[in-house]
């Protein structure tokens, strides 16, 4: 039970959801690896009424505090989509932040459970903010780093905490980065050539003049690509949408990636500039003075984050994920981007790990999502 100087409370009020919002800025001070997230951001994606991903699931947000003093947040989550798809009675939490005292981290995850399991919830995974899709898990290795573009960070004692608690591990995650000077081998790269001579292979960008009919085919080449991975739950046209604007907004349409054979779409690759590299100039605030910074800074961004790379099952004898990797190293060399990181990638993915450190990257982060039964 928690600490009768521990209490913790709904999010309801003005005062509570500023707390909420602002606590990362105590828990990481001086941390010069952090990266600010936009406050708007998280608003936005705990937004019920917008981030369409409440469309099929439910949460409630706490915080915890400790006379009188905010300590911890956590949000409780129930993703109805999932549940079906994989057949549980999963609740999940997420925007965890928490100081280092275990009396506090259990009194949020306590509060987790109790939310969850009083929807009829059998156990608790996370974190997830909100679902596998965000940003999700705590990192595990690579403290000495910033995080990329939508991959999280956090304290190296969330592991200690998340133990203490009673939860397990539930999956690692890994991050591979390439650098501009890992190329792919020549026996890799003649492969390729030999598979685009022998088969009816094209590789193309998103064209934005045909930005509906394209990401159509995204939907559905990602839906099928991804379909029988751990925690993986196919993205309703409502998400994919509000994705693709996303995208269209901060991205590059030269950067993703749609593969074709005979024709018929088959592979799907989206890499995305590093905004961290400018999010960390913004302090959490965009206004004014933000947006004169986000344009100033966009331009000047070395690294990228590959998203997403995945083929539908009918196709993946066919070489043709290799082919699209030489196509955007091609492009991302022409840009002038410095490094690429690939990921997350499951643990147990040996087919993706082993390809991405076929074409040059290398293992260099690990993350860790946790459950227990509730």
Not at 37 to 46: A, F, M, N, Y
Not at 217 to 244: L, R
Not at 274 to 291: C, H, I, S
Request: with cysteine; charged share 30%; hydrophobic share 35%.
């Amino acid at each position: 039970m928690a600490s009768p100087e521990i209490t913790v409370q709904k999010v309801e009020t003005k005062k509570d959801w500023k707390e909420f919002l602002l606590l990362p800025w105590e828990i990481y001070r001086g941390n010069p690896c952090w990266v600010p997230p936009l406050v708007s951001d998280i608003k936005e994606r705990l937004d019920t009424g917008h981030y369409p991903f409440w469309q099929h699931a439910e949460r409630e947000v706490f915080i915890a505090k400790k006379n009188g003093k905010t300590t911890g947040r956590i949000a409780a989550i129930i993703d109805r989509n999932h549940n079906d798809f994989h057949n549980e009675k999963m609740g999940f939490f997420g925007f965890f932040e928490c100081v280092d005292e275990l009396e506090t981290a259990a009194a949020l995850i306590e509060e987790a459970s109790r939310w969850t399991k009083s929807k009829g919830m059998t156990a608790l995974r996370g974190p997830v903010s909100p679902s596998l899709n965000d940003e999700c898990a705590f990192l595990l290795e690579g403290y000495d780093l910033p995080p990329a573009f939508m991959m999280p960070y956090n304290p190296p004692y969330y592991h200690k905490l998340m133990e203490g608690c009673g939860l397990k591990k539930a999956k690692d995650l890994l991050s591979l980065l390439k650098r501009d000077v890992d190329g792919m081998t020549e026996r890799l790269v003649k492969m390729i050539d030999r598979m685009k001579k022998r088969m009816r292979v094209n590789i193309r960008s998103f064209n934005l003049r045909e930005f509906d009919r394209d990401v159509q085919i995204c939907k559905d080449i990602y839906n099928a690509a991804w379909e029988k991975n751990w925690g993986f739950v196919p993205m309703t046209n409502e998400e994919m949408d509000y994705s693709a604007k996303q995208i269209k907004s901060f991205g590059d349409p030269d950067l993703i990636c749609i593969g074709e054979v005979d024709g018929n779409p088959a592979g799907l690759g989206i890499t995305v500039p590093n905004l961290n590299e400018v999010l960390a100039k913004l302090n959490g605030r965009l206004g004014l003075t933000g947006a004169l910074k986000f344009l100033y800074y966009k331009n000047r961004i070395k690294g990228t984050r590959s998203l997403i790379g995945g083929v539908k099952k009918e196709y993946r004898n066919t070489g043709i994920i290799a082919a699209m990797s030489y196509r955007m190293e091609k492009i991302l060399r022409k840009k002038g981007y410095k490094w690429c990181e690939f990921g997350w990638n499951l643990e147990d993915n040996d087919l993706i790990n082993s390809f991405d450190q076929a074409i040059g990257g290398k293992i260099y982060k690990k993350y860790r999502l946790y459950e227990k039964g509730i």
